[in-house]
């Protein structure tokens, strides 16, 4: 498989794969050519190794934990009256997009690994192992990252309903 057939089949893929771990469309899709870009050169070599998508997904991966490590200075949190004005449940057919925003907020706010196993267990439907070898980690160390973040993620819903409840 050439580079250019991967792209016309794969790239849509790659893309909401990048999307669901950064939480930003447009991170991802910098953070996607910045791993094809890398990927290109070796290409024969990584095709030569098997199933190219597996192996783009890590660089995807280690691209994006890069880039939380060299960037975390530089994220300017939304101001907690945003962030409420946007989750406000509504009477209409849009409450699904703002509780989808609300959980793609919550899921933002995790540490980037915890993020990381959210997306490889419930977006890609990994098991413990797989994620351990992408993340280069223990299975036990994935099951205590997913627990905390499970655990978060109750306590921002948990949180956001008593503030709702409030008003």
């Not at 792209?7 to 953070?31: F, M, N, S």
């Not at 699904?96 to 995790?110: C, K, P, S, W, Y």
């Not at 992408?134 to 993620?153: D, F, K, P």
């Amino acid at each position: 498989m050439t580079f250019d057939e991967f792209l016309d089949r794969r790239l849509p893929a790659l893309l909401r794969y990048a999307t669901v771990i950064t939480c930003d469309p447009h991170l991802a899709e910098d953070i996607v050519q910045e791993a094809l870009v890398r990927a290109h050169g070796r290409w024969a070599r990584i095709v030569a190794g098997g199933e190219p998508e597996p192996y783009l997904k890590r660089v995807v991966l280690n691209a994006f934990l890069s880039w939380r490590r060299r960037r975390a200075a530089r994220v300017v949190p939304l101001a907690d009256a945003d962030l409420e004005a946007q989750t406000r449940p509504v009477a209409d057919p849009a409450r699904g997009v703002v509780e989808r925003d609300a959980l793609l907020r919550q899921i933002a706010a995790l540490p980037p690994r915890q993020r990381a196993v959210i997306a490889l267990r419930f977006y890609e439907d990994n098991s413990d192992a797989e994620i351990a070898a992408l993340l280069g980690c223990s299975e036990a160390t994935v099951r205590s990252h997913c627990s905390r973040a499970l655990l978060a993620l109750r306590a921002m819903n948990q949180l956001q309903e008593a503030t709702h409840d409030h008003r």
